[in-house]
């Protein structure tokens, strides 16, 4: 099954090879002993980048995947789906 993101996917696929460098750098910041400020910064960056990514995602399956499962009668599916993503996006 074809999934609506994957007309995104090389998007998505940037924004995490960005994301992966930022850990790389975090890494390398801790390694040598970079002033911690400096690295939570780094860190938060990541994590606003990771946000992003599933911001995305989680848009794209909303307008399609869930669309398409309510329109086949799988409300319960579309529903437990929604509130596990949910729930993940609240820790």
């Known amino acids: ?3 609506a993101h994957d007309s995104g ?3 998505l696929i940037r924004r995490l090879k ?22 939570i910064t780094q860190s938060s960056a990541v994590k606003q980048g ?3 990514v599933e911001d995305v995602l989680l848009e794209n399956h909303l307008s399609t ?5 309510i329109k086949n ?7 437990a789906e929604m509130i596990k993503v949910y729930k993940l996006k609240r820790k």
């Open 73 to 79: 009668g799988s409300e319960k599916k579309a529903v």
């Open 18 to 39: 960005i994301i992966e460098g930022q850990v790389r750098g975090l890494q390398e910041m801790v390694e040598k002993g970079a002033y911690c400020i400096d690295v």
């Open 50 to 52: 990771l946000s992003n």
């Open 9 to 11: 996917k090389g998007k």
């Open 1 to 3: 099954m074809k999934h």
């Open 65 to 69: 995947c869930v669309i398409k499962q």
